[in-house]
């Protein structure tokens, strides 16, 4: 079995940080890339950002300059630092992995998802 379980979210005033986590668990033989989205009430799930294994990173045009995404592959984490939020980032946040599992079969996973609430 895997798991990915994200923590970090919450309620921040408009200009402030939270910096997300998403640990992934289980039978993982390895990961491939692994992404934040979001959600917001009435809107599509759109992609925040993606990080390859080898470290490539894109973005969102909106959080560009402000949000950075990591990851430490030895704890099968990523991360992503959002700075000077803004009132449209509120949304529910959730964590994907390419993943292949120990049975050697590949698929996406997700989280559970987290809300993030800046207030203006």
């Known amino acids: 079995q895997v798991q990915l379980v994200e923590s970090g979210g919450g309620l921040v005033q408009a200009g402030g940080s939270l910096r997300l986590s998403c640990a992934a668990s289980?039978?993982?033989?390895?990961?491939?890339?692994m992404g934040w989205y979001r959600q917001a009430p009435g809107k599509q799930r759109e992609l925040v950002a993606r990080?390859?294994?080898?470290?490539?990173?894109n973005y969102a045009d909106s959080v560009k300059g402000r949000f950075t995404i990591s990851r430490d592959n030895a704890k099968n984490t990523v991360y992503l630092q959002m700075n000077s939020l803004k009132p449209e980032d509120s949304a529910v946040y959730s964590c994907?992995?390419?993943?292949?599992?120990?049975?050697?079969?590949?698929?996406?996973?997700w989280g559970q998802g987290t809300q993030v609430t800046v207030s203006s």
């Open positions: 289980g039978s993982i033989f390895g990961i491939n890339a």
């Open positions: 990080i390859t294994s080898g470290g490539n990173t």
């Open positions: 994907n992995a390419d993943l292949i599992s120990s049975i050697l079969t590949r698929r996406n996973y």
